[in-house]
């Protein structure tokens, strides 16, 4: 469903609300309409944000996405399609993408509202995200990890177990983002600890990229 001109040009002014719905994962879900980009929201999180969705757009910025060598991509936590829908529309990259999601209703709200309208091919699969990469025996040259339930992170997705999962799905020369809350000092201890103690276990020349309030953990420097 497209927003109407008017529509657009007022929610540069106001946001517009559109639906909500809950879910056996999310006790609340909103769609709105914000600067003319589609907005799902839970009570403490914005899951996506179109092309304005920063955290990712920054950190694509700051890898030059466009000049990576990259066919096929893996997104942990789909939401609306927001790295889709900007690769494709600020980045005029189109790959074929692999959504994981498991939540019916987000997978829903995406194809209502933004992957209908795109051309990047996209399977969406609704399960789990940890059971796909502990199973999934396919690779990729962009693995984008972002896993949320409201603010918070699940604990299985903090596991060696886990993120050796996510190497294994790494092609030789792959590119692995994975997004973490760096704003509140809680966020940032465990984020730093998460990064030191876990994450470098696993991916020894790993950094991370400070993305103004999150910081987006790689595997490698760039």
């Given amino acids: 469903m497209k927003p109407s001109r008017l529509q657009k040009i007022w929610s540069h002014f106001n946001d517009i609300y559109i639906e909500s719905t809950s879910s056996d994962f999310n006790e609340i879900l909103h769609v709105v309409l914000s600067r003319g980009r589609y907005q799902l929201l839970?009570?403490?999180?914005?899951?996506?944000?179109?092309?304005?969705y920063s955290n990712y757009r920054k950190a694509f910025d700051k890898i030059n996405i466009a000049q990576q060598k990259i066919g096929n991509v893996l997104i942990l936590g789909f939401g609306l399609g927001s790295?889709?829908?900007m690769l494709e529309n600020k980045y005029q990259q189109n790959y074929h993408y692999t959504a994981i999601e498991i939540d019916e209703a987000v997978l829903y709200f995406?194809?209502?509202?933004?992957?209908?309208?795109?051309?990047s091919p996209i399977e969406m699969i609704q399960t789990d995200a940890f059971a796909y990469v502990m199973q999934s025996n396919q690779q990729f040259d962009?693995?984008?990890?972002?896993v949320f339930i409201d603010?918070?992170?699940?604990t299985q997705f903090e596991s060696i177990d886990f993120l050796e999962g996510l190497k294994k799905q790494l092609s030789p020369n792959g590119?692995?983002?994975l997004n973490r809350l760096y704003l509140t000092a809680s966020d940032k201890k465990k984020t730093d600890?998460?990064?030191?103690?876990?994450?470098?276990?696993?991916?020894p020349e790993g950094q991370f990229l400070d993305v103004d309030g999150n910081l987006m953990l790689t595997n490698r420097g760039f």
């Fill in 42 to 52: 839970t009570e403490n999180a914005i899951y996506s944000f179109g092309d304005l």
């Fill in 83 to 85: 790295i889709p829908f």
């Fill in 110 to 119: 995406a194809n209502k509202y933004v992957t209908q309208y795109l051309k």
């Fill in 142 to 146: 962009l693995v984008c990890m972002d």
């Fill in 151 to 154: 603010d918070e992170i699940p």
């Fill in 175 to 177: 590119i692995l983002l």
């Fill in 193 to 203: 600890t998460f990064f030191k103690n876990d994450f470098l276990q696993v991916f």
